[in-house]
């Protein structure tokens, strides 16, 4: 089995990564590729033995599961190039956030009749095999390749199957999830310096505060907030901060987070189905880039005078499966 | 012959009332219960019950094993100060004034006199009390284990050292309270929505009684119970979400600590 990113990121390094060390996959079979190869992802990548080229169609061709892992407004430019390349055997597992799956395979169906899709959400801490993944299934994808995809993302984390309409809110809770926490562990420290620890120190012992009690909840059966009472002694220093914390509205706070950024997925979801992004919006050196690749035309990627066009269906330029 | 405990009350007040009632539907029965008060008001329904009245505080003393002190806690120096004299080693005597300290109680009785102090709560009335005792230099355990007996009925009683008698104040004797502000405000939020009052009244106090039950009996963390009622994307989170947003957690918390700062203070003076 073989495994292709589109999109050299930090995602498609991070994914490498974690599954390079989890064993699951050998780096000289997975392959990756991007237009611009300055980034500093395209070295590491490179480094552990992934092969990497600037030819998505190359890509497409060396892989049974192809993960497109570039942001979600260059999601239809790279469908419209490697749609005539798309063959039965392949898997096209979408990262991007907003992107619906019927989207994808809408566009997808002008070049095959039933392309096999799956979308996933995972989160940047699969890099250290702790990432938290949910998948969701396409119409044409078969049971063995939702365990196919557990499979690969489980061994970088955990990894479970849900509905397509979960997925905003999941992006919400640990898609944005690591960055509270290094927020969280951020402030920690600084309280931590406050107090009179030296820096580094106080980041390591906010971080292992943080590791420590989420594996203990992981691993118990109990609920968080008895969890919580456990080290809570009376009159004692930690429920004195725990008032401290109540009062400063911390709950909501996080709710209203998750909220947030849940809301957001939704928007940007919402922006691309109106199928009008201006092209001011795409940063200009990526569309050159990808204009440059062999084989790629305006036409075959829609750009038209008054704005681009993100799922343009009736391009009659390319040819019905 | 096993004698059974005689019980006096000095003072006919609610208190006084609840815990008698609370030990009627235990195992005392009316003819070993007195109760003195200066006045007839509040005599009547002890008499209702069957339990005889009197006005001599110094009667009820010498007629009973246990003398429950149940008046207003600035009438509490004058009443132990006459009924000293009549206090002996045998009696355990147990005060329910709210701020007035073991040590004083201690001071005002005869040396080696058994003392417990007594935070009971309203709810007593209606044997759902929550009561907390602290027992003085004298008292034993055996003498915790008979007013343990006695109070059973009353509601949940436990045992702790003084320095709990104020925290139980803020959480339970003023508890009772917050609970009722927490009831009408819920009330109130229905009104708003368009239920009649009367309607909206009673159905937040069964809400309240309804949670309190499955709480106590449920042995569960309210966390847990909290946590059971949400269904994703319901009614109840959103709910739960404004009540957050509005600081009610650390609001709570805050009350408990302000009733408990209080009840120092008055206890130290």
């Not at chain 1, 061709?61 to 190039?81: G, Q, R, T, W, Y």
């Not at chain 1, 956030?97 to 019927?102: D, L, N, P, R």
């Not at chain 1, 118990?220 to 901060?241: M, R, Y």
């Not at chain 2, 946590?227 to 009610?248: A, D, K």
Request: charged share 20%.
């Amino acid at each position: 089995m073989s495994v292709g990113f589109i999109g050299a990121g930090q995602l498609a390094q991070a994914l490498v990564r974690g599954f390079s060390v989890a064993g699951v996959i050998a780096t000289h079979r997975i392959t990756a590729s991007s237009p611009d190869t300055e980034l500093p992802t395209v070295q590491q990548l490179r480094k552990m033995g992934v092969n990497f080229t600037t030819s998505n169609k190359e890509t497409v061709n060396k892989s049974d599961v192809l993960f497109l892992a570039v942001k979600p407004h260059i999601i239809p430019f790279v469908l419209d190039e490697i749609g005539p390349d798309i063959e039965d055997r392949h898997l096209i597992v979408s990262c991007a956030a907003g992107v619906t799956i019927s989207s994808i395979e809408k566009k997808l169906q002008q070049y095959r009749s039933s392309p096999k899709v799956m979308r996933c959400m995972t989160n940047t801490p699969v890099v250290v095999r702790e990432g938290a993944t949910v998948y969701a299934t396409g119409t044409h994808a078969e049971v063995e390749d939702g365990k196919l995809l557990e499979q690969l993302m489980a061994s970088v984390g955990y990894c479970t199957e849900v509905e397509e309409d979960l997925i905003d809110a999941v992006t919400g809770l640990s898609g944005s999830g690591p960055a509270y926490a290094f927020l969280a562990v951020d402030a920690l420290a600084d309280g931590g310096v406050k107090m009179g620890l030296p820096r580094r120190l106080a980041v390591r012992l906010g971080a292992q505060a943080l590791l420590g009690a989420a594996r203990m909840l992981l691993d118990s059966e109990q609920h968080p907030g008895q969890l919580k009472d456990n080290v809570c002694s009376p009159g004692g220093a930690t429920i004195h901060a725990l008032h401290v914390m109540e009062s400063g509205g911390f709950r909501s706070l996080l709710i209203n987070a998750v909220e947030a950024s849940c809301v957001r997925t939704r928007e940007l979801q919402f922006l691309a189905d109106q199928e009008k992004i201006s092209s001011a919006a795409i940063k200009k050196t990526t569309l050159d880039k990808v204009l440059q690749q062999p084989g790629v035309t305006a036409e075959t990627v829609s750009v038209r005078n008054r704005g681009i066009s993100m799922f343009n269906s009736s391009n009659p330029k390319i040819k019905k499966n | 012959m096993y004698k059974p405990l005689r019980i006096g009350f000095i003072g006919a007040g609610n208190m006084a009332f609840g815990i008698a009632k609370g030990m009627l539907s235990g195992n005392v029965l009316p003819v070993n219960i007195k109760v003195s008060a200066p006045s007839s008001r509040n005599m009547k329904r002890f008499q209702e019950v069957g339990i005889s009245v009197t006005h001599s505080n110094a009667e009820v003393v010498c007629g009973s094993d246990v003398v429950f002190v149940a008046v207003k806690p600035h009438l509490v120096r004058l009443v132990l100060s006459e009924i000293s004299q009549y206090v002996t080693k045998k009696h355990i005597v147990v005060s329910v004034a709210a701020g007035v300290t073991l040590s004083v109680l201690e001071e005002l009785l005869p040396e080696n006199s058994i003392v417990i102090r007594l935070m009971p709560n309203l709810p007593c009335l209606v044997q759902e009390g929550a009561l907390l005792f602290t027992r003085g230099a004298n008292a034993k355990q055996e003498h915790g284990d008979v007013l343990r007996s006695l109070l059973h009925c009353c509601g949940l009683v436990e045992e702790g050292p003084e320095a709990w008698i104020d925290i139980h104040t803020g959480l339970s004797g003023s508890g009772v309270a917050f609970v009722y502000l927490f009831a009408e405000a819920l009330a109130e939020g229905a009104v708003k929505m368009g239920m009649p009052s009367s309607l909206a009244h009673s159905i937040a106090s069964q809400t309240v009684l309804g949670a309190g039950r499955l709480l106590r009996d449920s042995g569960k963390h309210p966390a847990q119970l909290r946590s059971e009622v949400c269904t994703p994307g319901g009614t109840t989170i959103y709910g739960l979400h404004t009540l957050e947003q509005g600081g009610l957690r650390a609001s709570v918390m805050s009350a408990v600590e302000s009733a408990t700062e209080r009840a120092r203070e008055l206890g130290s003076k």
